[in-house]
């Protein structure tokens, strides 16, 4: 029996953990996966592929729409990552209605046909009235008939009448409607499926698929708090030296940029591949309900919810601790190695990240934790905050409690554009140039053109077109345009130099012209936040300190020996 399958992946055996496209990727879009359409600099779309979703658009299914075009999910999924996509002609004024076109006769067909049903109906009961009442159709009273005297006269029963006449028009109604309703489903579904076309590709717009990666879902996702850019989260996981199979403890998830990145770092690959390795994991905390929902929900449809552990807690009053586990007397202990505070007061949470046993309550039963860190290894921290007197605070409490190698770091990132900076009348009409003169030579030349062409046009005015000198009744101007349209074409015109300039750029390398000049963009991203970096060394008590003598004595650490076998063990693990 074959493992069953998830969506967008491969199949899953045993526990392995669930493919997220952001760790392992499919080299094509697939149906049911993440992608990320780049529309244009940092403007990203992140967009669920599904090829059944019907959003009111016909027989065209699930389609984005986007300031560039209407792609069709069915155009983009099976494309290559990085592909250029054309925009697709899509009927967007028919959404909601299952496509006008395709349903326009038939609604009008079926709204003649209710017509004529209920005249006809209206028909029969006046019929059934008239008789009922003894008269025609038309209101007249019928002929009297001839009776007899001594014949019984037979009284008529209302009540019962009336009865049998709602009885009939109910069962009438109700058969009709039913009738309206089958005719109404058939001849629509028959419509449409008679219409279905393949989408046509428009004339303009175009985007271009990318996979998802932790940098394009930060350019795209919705920013439901202030979020952590690329260039400060990867120089926290790298201060924080996290790597497959660490165990980081972020507080603050917000809206997801760092969790996703930090999940990626954790990252040891699928546990059913090999049990003895370290798994990673993400310890999150998150003290607003409502951004744990979504960010949950998220986490769980791109896969990384066996990596990412999201709680919703208040850290700097209840720790870090997990919940009580069945059959434990003491919170489970995260063991974590990195920590990352994104909270506005982060100094209140630094006391639950002590080595030592924090007191929870007092007077309740089990009144001491253990600690979140990871006791056989130095720990390392990051806080980030926006203001100053934040930054003042959180190292102060460090320096209480312990902490060492306190450091601030603010991260100021900017683009360079390099490019090749072209200037010259012979680059007129190309584009990325600056079309001014390079020189005053060039300059005198283009005024005397241009003097030149002006004597000409007003030489021509003066003489008139025909030649005759005669002056039209307007001042010219019928003349002027006449003159406008021919000199379009005439040699020494701005029409025919710029022709004459594109084609002579044809044989050039123009991307090798020019000066290579360099600059910052023009809208500059300083200052986001502070970020300070410290580290708790690991608890070193009496015991530790004697098995570290037996192990390397002190002699020979004095006399350099131990330095030596340190660098030998080094080697041969390399070497292995």
Known sequence: MAAPREPGGKSRAGSCVKRSPFFCTAPAAEDGSLAILHLKRDTLLPVTLDSTADEGYGTQGAVSNTRFGSFPHDTLIGLEWGSQVRASKVDTGSRGRKGKKNNAEPVEVLVQEDVADEEDEAKVSKKRSADEAGMN???????VKKVRHDAPVQQPD??????RKTDDTNATQGASKKQKQQKQQQRVHDNSE?????PVEANSGFVHILQPTPESWTSSLDHRTQVVYTPDYSYILQRLRVKPGSTLIEAGAGSGSFTHAAARAVYSGPTASNKKRKVGKVCSYEYHEPRVQTLRKELSDHGLDDVVQLTHRDVCEDGFMSQV????????????NAIFLDLPAPWKALKHLSRNDVEIAEGSGDSQERSPLNPNLPVHICTFSPCIEQVTATVAEMRK???IEIEMVEVQNRRIDVRREQVGLRNEGLRGVNPSAASVEEAIGRLREVEGGMHSFHGHIKNGADGKGKQPANGGTDDAEAYGRSGRTQPGSKAARLAKIKQEAEDRKV???????HRTEAEVKTHTSYLVFAVLPRAWTEEDEKA????TPYEKVVNGEAAKDAAGTEELEMAE
Do not use: F
Not at 325 to 336: E, R
Not at 511 to 517: A, D, I, P
């Open 137 to 143: 159709e038309d209101g007249s009273i019928p002929a």
């Open 158 to 163: 209302i009540a019962t009448s009336q009865k």
């Open 194 to 198: 008679s219409t279905a076309k393949p």
């Open 325 to 336: 586990a069945s059959g434990m007397s003491h919170a489970a202990s995260p063991l974590a």
């Open 401 to 403: 409690l312990g902490w």
């Open 511 to 517: 991307y090798k012209e020019g000066n290579l000049v």
């Open 548 to 551: 570290c003598e037996e192990v």
